[in-house]
């Protein structure tokens, strides 16, 4: 496919993954138990991600090829993607100097993609963040690096990211004008799922996304760094449906009331979201709860559970002509600071 | 305030709690620990629920007392609610045994005060369902007590209601014409909040509704049992916002689309679920997502975190005159079994 058409495409997708073709080197015998790897797959283009000796998940070289990457968002009508991390990548649960090499290493393949076509191309990387003061760090070799800003987990190792002890890490990235990006990961309630393992995805992402927004509502984070851009993935999970009891709670509880400072659906409507909900009277609500110029197009790409025409669902959600540029690349625009 | 327009008001309530006035003595000095007992409270018609030698909650008569509750029905223009048991009075935690002396007592009380104005009133009772074989054997003790159907946890003791080990529970349930009602207890995610201990119910409880009720699609429970009457309280928590993304996965992914038996959305339009969502817009959500045919007036009454106008929120939604008289009482009759 030629990519004659794309500049017409403004859309831009800021929920789309990436892996790289290589892992470094495990740096000691230690973390080898837990360090990735790639193992090569029967499939032409295909490898598979090895963690703890098992397949993690086999990918294409959709993940790392930019040229790949440029037909298929001819495809999609996309013209400008942002990569972040496969999020099992973020690797809280290393060592955290152990995590540092694998994630510089990864930063720098990304960026890579990134600068071999910067106006296709957005990038957000990832930083050790099970040690915040490491994190911060990291975060200052982001610019040199020409990323646009970084992908989180929604919780590290247990512990959601409204928490205090997170405080410095939001405060750099605010300062530093980098875009923060929350990807749900490890989520909880697992023990309540009854079926297949891909129902870790489909339904504890949502919940655990939802969570991790409303951690940093009840946790006033926007109120300490207003300039922070940060947003959410999958729609903000289930945010919207939480959001009008916590708003309620918030005037029926005291304790509740003067925990948090300001209304719950005033600061939700601070955050950004991406429009990964599969449906379009769900876009539209979401769109009613959080704000038009809120929301991002987002997809997952590359992986089997990705969106394959998200600007098809903004059109079927009927949104005037202002609100649909707002999410098909205005919002996005401004989130990842292009001019 | 006087009874006389009651009869105007035609609003059935399935989301109100009961208390009892007072709990029977402990059976033996094992449960001593975690056996609930009253205490007076200072207040004019407050007791306190003790559990475990703290105060689990202040209540007040409302609680028990039906002249109170038919007085408060006036205001808030409902004809009749339906009692069931506050939800940390399941007693999962307790040795099953045990919990059948308690939940018996209990049982008791509620069939009571529905007796006491039957054309008011209707109640849904609670089993230990801890023991799957001794909670069968209980249901059957429903219809002496003219209980019209029966609360269950969203979980028993962390097992997901759709897991098969219920499915004896669910069958006799359906055989029997009794209305289960799924609340959330001792939810997942409370490792994920930042903030006072009401974020439980706030944000807690939905999530982990959302979560029951996905089980119970995921296991196919529907298909086993298609008479069975299931509703899920809290407007099915997050529900809504999981479907989608589960409708999507489960064409994605061929082992879910094996595991599952039927679409995950036309499952979940088989199932009822209150409108305890304390919003107009999010309540029309629902409505186009679930059927407006399958939702019923639910407040959590007598709480603090109840919905104080149900019926105005009704109002505010807009919705036809057939979908509003289906959400105000026709719904609700058929789950409770009214003529």
Same mark, same amino acid.
């Given at each position: 496919?030629?990519?004659? %058409? ?16 290589n892992f470094p080197a495990c740096p000691h015998a230690g973390a080898a138990a837990v360090w990735p790897s790639m193992a090569p797959a029967q499939q032409c283009c295909h490898r598979h991600v090895m963690i703890s000796g098992k397949v993690y998940r086999t990918v294409t070289d959709q993940c790392w090829s930019a040229p790949r ?10 013209? /400008? ?36 076509? %910067? ?8 930083? %050790? ?36 002890? +997170?405080?410095?890490? +939001? ?70 449906l939480l959001l009008p009891r916590l708003e309620h709670a918030w005037h029926a509880f005291p304790a509740l009331h003067g925990a948090v400072h300001e209304s719950p659906t005033a600061q939700a409507r601070r955050?950004? #979201?991406?429009?990964?909900? #599969? ?33 098809? /669902? ?26």
């Open positions: 496919m030629q990519a004659s %058409p794309v500049t017409q495409h403004l859309g831009i997708d800021v929920h789309t993954h990436f892996v790289p073709e990457r440029i037909e298929d968002m001819a495809a999609m009508r996309i013209g /400008r993607q942002v990569l972040s991390p496969m999020p099992e990548l973020l690797s809280y649960w290393l060592d955290a100097a152990d995590a540092r090499v694998l994630l510089r290493d990864l930063n720098e393949q990304l960026a890579a993609v990134v600068a071999s076509a %910067p106006e296709r191309f957005s990038g957000l990387g990832a930083v %050790p963040l099970q040690d915040v003061d490491m994190a911060v760090e990291e975060l200052h070799r982001f610019a040199g690096l020409g990323l646009a800003g970084v992908e989180i987990g929604s919780n590290v190792n247990g512990e959601p990211i409204g928490a205090p002890k +997170f405080d410095p890490f +939001f405060q750099a990235a605010a300062k530093l004008g980098l875009a923060v990006f929350v990807h749900a990961v490890r989520p909880s309630g697992m023990e309540r799922l009854v079926g297949p393992a891909s129902l870790e995805q489909a339904l504890g992402f949502p919940g655990e996304v939802g969570l991790a927004a409303a951690s940093v509502i009840t946790g006033n984070l926007m109120a300490r760094y207003p300039a922070l851009k940060l947003a959410f993935s999958h729609g903000g999970g289930s945010l919207a955050l950004f #979201y991406d429009t990964l909900v #599969y449906d379009a009277p769900t876009l539209r609500h979401l769109a009613q709860v959080f704000g038009t110029g809120q929301l991002m197009l987002g997809t997952d790409y590359p992986f089997a559970i990705q969106e394959n025409d998200p600007i098809g /669902r903004l059109d079927q959600a009927g949104f005037d002509a202002d609100a649909a540029r707002a999410m098909l690349h205005e919002t996005a625009a401004r989130f990842i600071g292009l001019a």
